[in-house]
C-alpha cells in the first residue's frame, strides 16, 4: 500500500504521549469517530509508539497500515476494524476511570 496516497478521514497529533499515558484513550475516542473501513492518521513525536500501535492495532480489531516520516513526528495510519457490540459502553467506562488519574 502506498501510504503517500492515503487521504485519511480523520488526523490528530498525539503529541508527546506515550501508548500508556493517555494515547490509547485518544486513539479510541477518535476511531470510534471514523466508520468501520475509515483511516486515520495519528502524528506522534513519542518513539515508543512505533512499538506499541501495531500490537494495540491487532488487540482492538483495527489493521495497522503503516508510517511515514514527517519533519518534525511520525505519521501513523490505522483503518478501523469491526467495533465490538459493547464498545462505546467500554470507552465511557475507561473515561470515567480516566479522570481518576
Not at 513525536?45 to 480489531?61: I, K, N, Q, S
Not at 503503516?66 to 467500554?90: H, T, W
Request: glycine share 8%; aromatic share 6%.
Amino acid at each position: 500500500m502506498d501510504l503517500d496516497r492515503i487521504n485519511p478521514d480523520r488526523i490528530f497529533d498525539g503529541g508527546d504521549l506515550d501508548c500508556g499515558s493517555g494515547l490509547a484513550l485518544l486513539l479510541r475516542e477518535h476511531m470510534s469517530q471514523l466508520p468501520v473501513g475509515g483511516v486515520l492518521e495519528m502524528r506522534s513525536r513519542e518513539r515508543t509508539v512505533a512499538d506499541d500501535l501495531p500490537p494495540w492495532c491487532r488487540m482492538t480489531g483495527h489493521e495497522y497500515l503503516g508510517s511515514l516520516p514527517a519533519a518534525d513526528c511520525v505519521r501513523y495510519f490505522v483503518q478501523r476494524g469491526q467495533p465490538p457490540a459493547d464498545e462505546e459502553k467500554a470507552l465511557q467506562d475507561d473515561r470515567e476511570r480516566a479522570k481518576d488519574y
